[in-house]
Nanobody, 127 residues
Framework: QVQLVESGGGLVQAGGSLRLACTTS????????MGWFRQAPGKERDFVAA????????YYADSVKGRFTISRDNAKNTLYLQMNSLKPEDTAIYYC????????????????????WGQGTQVTVSS
């Protein structure tokens, strides 16, 4: 069974930084394309960032571009999201997700692309 476990969330002041991690098990991590999504209270779950299996390409939502960095360590089966210059509007539950396919068209910003999801980690940014 595939498991994804997020960690690193918490409370931070505006302008601060956090680093989220997502560890995986039960699947060959290196063959999975990975993504981060977030869901604020009362809102839909939105795309944040994504990365191809090799780490060769990364993708970001416009709202986080230049502030967030997605990366992966295939040797450690871990996905990361470095979040800098945090804003109150970044407050949300952050979820990592993994694809079941390693090839073909990659609609990285679509939730339906990802077969596996973590339970989420809360990020709260105070003003």
């Amino acid at each position: 069974q595939v498991q994804l476990v997020e960690s690193g969330g918490g409370l931070v002041q505006a302008g601060g930084s956090l680093r989220l991690a997502c560890t995986t098990s039960g699947r060959t991590f290196s063959s999975s394309r990975m993504g981060w999504f977030r869901q604020a209270p009362g809102k839909e779950r939105d795309f944040v960032a994504a990365i191809r299996s090799s780490g060769s390409s990364t993708y970001y939502a416009d709202s986080v571009k230049g502030r967030f960095t997605i990366s992966r360590d295939n040797a450690k089966n871990t996905l990361y999201l470095q979040m800098n210059s945090l804003k109150p509007e970044d407050t949300a539950i952050y979820y990592c997700a993994a694809t079941s396919r390693s090839s073909g068209l990659y609609y990285y910003n679509s939730m339906s692309t990802y077969a596996y999801w973590g339970q989420g980690t809360q990020v709260t940014v105070s003003s």
